[in-house]
């Protein structure tokens, strides 16, 4: 049997939120450092260019680290594929008919980017959860504002 309830959250975001459950703090929790990620080589270029638009945001939110990078590489990668679902069915429309021998409609069948866009976007959705990129992710999260002067924090949120 795997295990109950709610995922546990990392120590640092229960520090951020004013650890509301009044919980022990793990005190042993593993840090990785917080430098930023490199972009995977094996990336699809629509991928690519979903990572070098949102490494910089969560840069400046002060939640990318290095060992996120799997996880944000298959952020990308999931955005690139309902992406591409997306513009098809744009393109071609959800159904497409089925026809009997003699042409005749008999009935009206989804294409599989129906499927594909439908089971991206809860993949997405869980992983942007994971990342605080939703409103509802983010209000459950404070950020204590830096001493120190950040221009790429500066360009997405503003002078503090």
Not at 62 to 83: E, N
Not at 92 to 100: A, K, L, Q, T
Not at 102 to 125: C, D, E, K, T
Not at 135 to 154: F, G, K, M, Y
Request: net charge positive; proline share 12%; aromatic share 8%.
């Amino acid at each position: 049997m795997g295990r109950r309830g709610p995922p546990p959250q990392p120590t640092a975001l229960r520090l951020l939120k004013g650890n509301p459950g009044k919980r022990r703090i793990n005190t042993r929790e593993p840090r990785p450092p917080t430098t930023t990620p490199s972009c995977p080589r094996w990336l699809c270029p629509e991928a690519k260019r979903a990572w070098r638009e949102i490494v910089p945001v969560l840069k400046a939110m002060r939640i990318l680290t290095r060992i996120d990078r799997d996880a944000l590489a298959a952020y990308c990668q999931s955005y690139a594929r309902w992406k591409a679902a997306e513009e098809f069915l744009s393109q071609h429309g959800e159904v497409y008919p089925i026809r009997d021998e003699r042409g005749n409609v008999r009935y009206m069948q989804p294409f599989p980017q129906v499927f594909i866009a439908r089971s991206q976007l809860q993949i997405l959705r869980s992983y942007q959860q994971e990342f605080g990129m939703t409103p509802s992710a983010r209000t459950r999260v404070q950020v204590i504002p830096s001493l120190v002067r950040d221009p790429v924090e500066e360009r997405f949120f503003g002078p503090h």
